[in-house]
Every structure is written in C-alpha cells, then in structure tokens.
C-alpha cells in the first residue's frame, strides 16, 4: 500500500481572429476603467506598509478551454481529444513588492497549463502594459505551467506542439489569457502588507525517476551526493498579512503532470490542480472552487525525468510471457517493443483518478506540515527581477574548463518518437538508442517532413541520430522555437530560476548548485540563498539533461532540442546576469530581440460548431436517464444523463456545467461544482447529422456529507442554426443522502 512519508527540514496581442481581440480589448478595457480612480502603479490596499516588509496580493482566475472536441496538451496522442471535464484549470497569480519602494516587485504565475508559452505571454504583457504601464515587464513577469497533461491544447504558438491540436485553438489561448488577467487584476487589487517564510521538508513515494539508465551515466561521485535519483525536497514559500495569518504559498516540487494517463479524456489540473484544490479548500472549507482568497500555489520544478507513476513500469501485454514483467531497463521495452510499457501510479489497482488524488495529497500533506510549522525562516531583503533573450540556436560561449561551446538550431532525436514510461510512443521507435537503424523506413520518410540536417547539424547534436530537424523549419511558420527566454526572480535570499524547459533532476542540481554558488561569489547573497528551479516557464523549449545523459539518448536526451551544451549553456547565461539581483544595482542587461511573434500565421483545422439539436420530443435539458434510486449513502456514485448541447457554446469561464444543489430550509444551496473532483461532466455527441448530444454527470458523495435532500443541476447553452446561443438548465429528481 501505498504510504507518503516525509521529515520535515528547516532552511536557512496578437491573436489571428478578430472576435478573440476585441474580446481581449474589452476585458483590458473593464479593468482600465476598474482602475482609474487611483493610481495603479504602487497602490496598498488596507493599511500602511510599514507593518510588513513586503506587499503582498494573490489572485485566481479560470483558464479552462473548451472541454470537448480538443486534443489536450502534453502526451501529443491525437486520439486523446477531450469529452468533458473533471476539475478546471486555473491561473493563480503572486505579487511580491518591496514595501519601501512598491516599484520593485514580481509577478509570478502558476498556471495548470502544460507550460508556459512565449505568445501567450506577450498578450498578457501587452494587456499589463495598458493597464499599469511599467509595473510588470518581461523582467518581472513569469508564467509558469504546474505541466500538467490533461489540460486543453492547442495554444503553443510554435507549430510542432499544435499538430495533434489540428493548429491553434484560439478559445484555449483566449481563456487562458482572460482568466490569468483576472487573477493578476486580483493579485494587483488586494496588496497588502505583510511577510514572507521560508520552510522545507523531505517527500517520499510521491516521485520516481523514469529514466534511471541515463541518470547511471553521470558521474558516479555526483551521484554519491544524493540519497534519490530524483529530488525529494519541497520548498515552500508561505505569505502572510500585517497580523501573522497566512494568506497563501508557492510549494516547489518536481513530479510529472501526468497521473492521468494519456487514454484519460477529462480536462484536470492532474495532481498539482488536485494538490491546489485540496490545501485552499483545507484554509476555506466553505468556498466554492475559485471563489477562494487563500491561494496555494503548486509549482513546477526539475520535472524533466520525474513521474508520479511510483509503482515502476511494467508490460501490459496479455498472452505474452513478459505480461506483468517490469520493463527492459534500458530501453523500457517489452519484447523490444514500447507501445506496451506502462508506469504505474499508487492506485493503480483502482484508477488513475485515485493516482492523481494520492499524489496530490502527499504534496498537500508535506506542504501543510511546513506552512504550520512554528519554525520557518524568515525572508527578508531586496526584491528584484533580471531577464534577457537568448538565442539558443547559436549561442557560442566558454566552459569553466577553457573549452568553446555552442548550442544547435532545434532538432529531435529518435527517441523522442519512444515517449516515456508515462505515455509510450509507437511505430517502433524505441528509447535509448543511438543509432537510426532502428526504424529504417522513417530515416526516408522524416526528409519529406523536416529539412535534411546538413553535416554540421549532425555533428553538433552528436550523438543523437536527428529524427525531426525542426530548428530549419518554418513553413508555414516556426516549428520549435530558437529565442527562449532566460529569467530569475529574487525575493530577499531566495532566488527563482525561471526556466523555458524541463531539466532533468541532476540538470537541476547542477543549476541550482551553480547559480547558488554564483550569487554568494558575487556578493548578491551570503550562505543564507535559497535557490529554486520553476518551470517549464515562458517558452517551452522542451528538455534539458546533462551532457552525460543526452550520451544516453532516452526520450529526455533525444528531447534536448539545443544539442548536448544546452545545460551548460543556461548554466552560463544566467550566472552572467546574476549581479543585476544585487541590492543596488541598476540598467538592465543587453539583450537581444524578442522572437518573432507567429500566432497571427496560425493555422486552425479545427471546425466550429454548426448547430445543437434536441432528438424529437425532447427538449435541452431533459434526463434521460435519472438517479436510480431514492437513496444513497457515502461512497456511493449517482449518474444522470440529460440531453445536451455542445459546451463549447460558452465555457462558462468562472461558473460551472453542473452543481450539487442541497436543500436547506426550503433553498437549494450550491454545494458542489464541476471544479470538485468529486463529480465529472461528460459529454458524448450522438449524431453529427442531427447535432443531437448528452451529457452524463456523475457525483461521488464524500465521507461526512451532510444528510439531506439534494439534485444534481445541469447547465447548458445551445447553437440554433442561425448561430444565435441560448442558456438551459436541467435538473435531476430529488434525492436523499443518509
């Protein structure tokens, strides 16, 4: 059985549709007049900053995309294309100021997206820049995706990542936007004075390496430094007001978003959403998803070769005599084939669902055992912001040991068509080998997909045999991008590295100790900074593994799209610009251009809706297929089925397709919706033709549910043909919870 265990540990706008603009200029326009009746720049709410070291505003806002009809992002498996909705995905948004000069500030973003995305946030910034002028900059900005796999698709403005989408999904990057805005608008508007602690502890059986072999290629005395092969540390940063009430956290983790498995077809926020959910609603029992003002920030970090499936990986592979075997170890292969290569989460045995929930708890747990610790660290000191361009396709430079180095115009390996443990590739591509000989008939077919790689290519990324030669591609427009973007945040001795990718654990460790030792050399901090990883943040530009590892070439390696210096070289750049987190120092860095904006060239296959239509006697909203019994009791599950329409019709940003009404003195009172995991929305499309659809809502009643009358309410909005929208509810019979 699985049991999490941990000690604690002190520590010292250019969208390419016109309605989607106008849409995105109306929000900035409401907030514009929302703010001018006061100077936006530095304004405290509530009182006087001299009772806290620091001002301090959190927000939440509702970034889910359209729940059906869209490839979700993160496995790249076309077939998984969403039907419904477990838990939304939101943006919670952090402000940190110095109280003695608000003009120094960050603005960090946790998004349950997959990952952070260069054009989605420079409409954010865009927006920002209209509203407050300068307070939030590229410098200070940071939008970081929590990387989790279930979520909507289709708003990465590089191509690669959009052909399992069918292109760009415009309402997917509009809500992702719109509700980010919201929860800035938030943050911004409730500043208060207040404080910041620092505190860590130790968490077991919540990760697992997935690349083992790779991570053997290191060295062996660097290995001997760690107990784990992945980083079991969480760092949590606590907030709290003038009064000493915690207000909310950012907890830094590293585990795949990906205890969902890619056959899952419910939009989730995977275990972080789960971790997120459960600690705000632990503060704010009362409230309803969203509707918080604690907020709990789960992040990101060294992520690279971490999943959450802790049980290992093993073949699923009925009537073969490997059926039930761990996985090949090397090449995680059964009967040298990766399709049947699967890990396997701490509820295996009951779902993937159940997974993500213990998962999500055991970071809930540990995290709640350091927030109400009495002995975390204080933060105190500067707060500042430093960030530059980095071409990453040419970027030549000098290793500590005198040796040139440079990085490489994107380019996949062979590998990466292996996928993982967590998500298995196909057509017999398999992880960890060099060679290209695997899989002849794609050495021919990949040249009508990417440019040939000139011999120069080949020998900068030595030796990962180049499958996809993306860096020369740019038609229509950029496959994969070449200027990422190179960040960090500093709040008093603790330092963010806010990175475009996923490094692998040891990338991590190597980061982190460089940077650390580079702040504390530089006079920046002394031997009280605290440094952490977070991302994948801003640009994706995919993976990042010590050059030992990217010898190996599993998917990680092979997913190293810069070539075998990309640790190094980010090791590099960001120690360059370490003073300019000092207390006194002023200018900003060169740098060079943004990359070029390409979401106004996107490409969208994907069909809008035509038309909803109820089947013949039967009206939107009718059940049809009703709570089966008068009766029920905790543990039980209670499904109903209505006629539906198309959700895609409204999103319902900041509402919900379904509550759990109880009855309280005669009212029905809202005590659950589609953000509880606890229920599901699902909707199936009966007839194109006809544009007939249902919708199944399904409630699994808690432990300690109150006794009473409930209904399960759907709500809905239909297309008529001449596109007009109309709203509808429909409710189940009543039913009595004992």
Not at 600 to 622: C, E, M, R, W, Y
Request: charged fraction near 15%; proline fraction near 6%; include cysteine.
């Amino acid at each position: 059985m699985y049991l999490p265990s941990f000690s604690t540990a002190l520590a010292d706008s250019a969208f390419p549709f016109n309605w989607i603009h106008d849409a995105m200029r109306l929000f900035v326009m409401y907030l514009a007049a929302f703010f001018t009746a006061s100077p936006p720049a530095i304004e405290v709410q509530g009182g006087s900053s001299s009772s806290g070291e620091y001002l301090i505003g959190l927000g939440i806002g509702d970034v889910t995309g359209p729940v059906v009809e869209t490839n979700m992002m993160g496995y790249a498996f076309l077939p998984q294309t969403d039907t419904g909705l477990h838990m939304r995905q939101r943006s919670r948004a952090f402000i940190i100021a110095d109280a003695s000069n608000p003009s120094e500030r960050v603005l960090f973003i946790n998004s349950d997206i997959c990952m952070g995305d260069t054009g989605i946030r420079r409409t954010i910034l865009s927006s920002l820049q209209s509203l407050y002028g300068d307070l939030y900059t590229h410098a200070n900005t940071a939008l970081v995706g929590t990387h989790a796999h279930s979520g909507v698709g289709g708003y990465l403005e590089n191509l690669l990542p959009q052909v399992t989408s069918l292109g760009y999904v415009n309402e997917t990057a509009a809500a992702i936007v719109s509700g980010t805005l919201k929860a800035i608008a938030d943050a911004h508007n409730s500043l208060v004075p207040g404080n910041v602690k620092l505190g860590n502890t130790t968490l077991l059986n919540a990760n697992r390496n997935r690349s083992p072999s790779a991570y053997l290629a290191n060295p062996e005395w660097e290995r001997a430094m760690y107990e784990e092969n992945q980083d079991t540390t969480v760092t949590v940063l606590g907030f709290e007001n003038a009064n000493g009430d915690a207000t909310g956290l950012l907890s830094f983790f590293p585990v795949h978003g990906t205890s969902l498995y890619e056959n899952n077809t419910l939009v989730s926020g995977d275990n972080k959403g789960m971790a997120a959910w459960m600690y705000e609603s632990y503060i704010e029992p009362s409230s309803m998803p969203g509707n918080n003002s604690f907020v709990a920030g789960f992040v990101q970090s060294n992520v690279g070769d971490t999943t959450p499936n802790t049980l290992g990986a093993y073949c699923e592979s009925p009537g073969k005599s490997w059926d039930g075997q761990p996985c090949e170890f090397e090449h995680s292969t059964c009967g040298n084939r990766t399709e049947d290569c699967h890990g396997r989460g701490p509820g295996f045995r009951i779902s993937d669902f159940e997974s993500n929930r213990m998962i999500g708890q055991a970071q809930f747990e540990a995290t709640r055992t350091v927030m109400e610790n009495s002995n975390m660290t204080a933060v105190s000191g500067s707060v500042k912001s430093v960030h530059v361009y980095l071409d990453m396709t040419t970027y030549t430079f000098t290793l500590p040991n005198g040796t040139l180095a440079r990085t490489c115009p994107a380019a996949l390996g062979y590998s990466f068509a292996g996928g993982t443990t967590d998500g298995p590739g196909a057509f017999d591509f398999i992880q960890g080998d060099n060679s290209s000989s695997q899989n002849p008939f794609w050495e021919v077919v990949k040249k009508f997909i990417t440019p040939a790689p000139s011999e120069e290519q080949i020998a900068c990324h030595y030796p990962k045999p180049i499958l996809l030669n993306s860096g020369y591609n740019h038609q229509p427009y950029d496959w994969s991008p070449g200027t990422v973007d190179v960040q960090m945040l500093r709040v008093g001795q603790f330092v963010i590295l806010v990175m475009p990718g996923e490094l692998t654990t040891m990338a991590g460790r190597r980061m982190r100790d460089a940077l650390r030792a580079r702040l504390i050399s530089e006079g920046v901090l002394d031997d009280r900074a605290y440094v952490v990883i977070a991302g994948p943040a801003n640009t994706y530009g995919h993976y990042v593994t010590t050059p030992e590892e990217y010898s190996v070439q599993r998917y990680e390696g092979a997913s190293t799209i810069f070539g075998p210096a990309t640790l190094d070289a980010y090791i590099n750049k960001y120690s360059e610009i370490v003073p300019y987190l000092a207390t006194n120092a002023t200018g900003i860095p060169s740098s060079i251009a943004p990359p070029p904006e390409q979401t106004s060239k996107a490409i969208s296959l994907q069909t809008s809706v035509l038309v909803d239509n109820p089947p013949i006697f039967k009206h939107f909203g009718d059940v049809l297929a009703d709570v089966e019994s008068d009766i029920y009791h905790a543990g039980d599950t209670i499904a109903v089925r209505f006629v539906g329409a198309n959700p895609r019709n409204n999103l319902r940003l900041e509402g919900t397709f379904l509550t759990v009404d109880r009855q309280i003195n005669g009212e029905w009172v809202v005590v659950r919706t589609d953000s509880h995991p606890s229920t599901t929305y699902q909707w199936n499309r009966t007839s194109k033709v006809l544009g007939t659809s249902t919708v199944d809502i399904r409630w699994t009643i808690e432990d300690g549910t109150p006794a009473g009358t409930y209904r399960i309410t759907y709500y809905g909005d239909s297309k008529s043909l001449l596109g007009s929208i109309s709203a509808f509810t429909g409710n189940s019979s009543l039913f009595t919870v004992m």
